[in-house]
């Protein structure tokens, strides 16, 4: 069983930061990467940033210079820190992992319940 645990969501205004924290737990085995997805109100989940396990990110165009996503191998967390929040920022922002849970195990995705991230105006 893994388990993701999001934390650091709530409300912020605009121009304002936010960290969203997310912790790995259980058969974690091998994580490839971990991420972070946010989906607003009638729209689809989207891919916002990841980062694998030797640190390499990739974002999204839209939060590029905004906001940095890192990994703690040893802790299996990673870290997502905004700034510069805008109004359409505001979603609930969702923790991923891609992980084999032993090395006879293919990779899956696991995630998160999720975390509200609220950027009033």
């Known amino acids: 069983q893994v388990q993701l645990v999001e934390s650091g969501g709530g409300t912020v205004q605009a121009g304002g930061s936010l960290r969203l924290s997310c912790a790995a737990s259980g058969r974690i085995g091998w994580i490839y990467t971990m991420g972070w997805y946010r989906q607003a109100p009638g729209k689809q989940r989207e891919l916002v940033a990841s980062i694998t396990r030797d640190g390499g990110p990739w974002y999204q165009d839209y939060v590029k210079g905004r906001f940095t996503i890192s990994i703690d191998n040893s802790k299996n967390t990673v870290t997502l820190q905004m700034n510069s929040l805008i109004p359409d920022d505001s979603a609930r922002y969702y923790c991923?992992?891609?992980?084999?849970?032993?090395?006879?195990?293919?990779?899956?995705?696991?995630w998160g319940q999720g975390t509200q991230v609220t950027v009033s105006s």
């Open positions: 991923s992992a891609n992980l084999r849970p032993s090395s006879q195990d293919a990779y899956y995705d696991y």
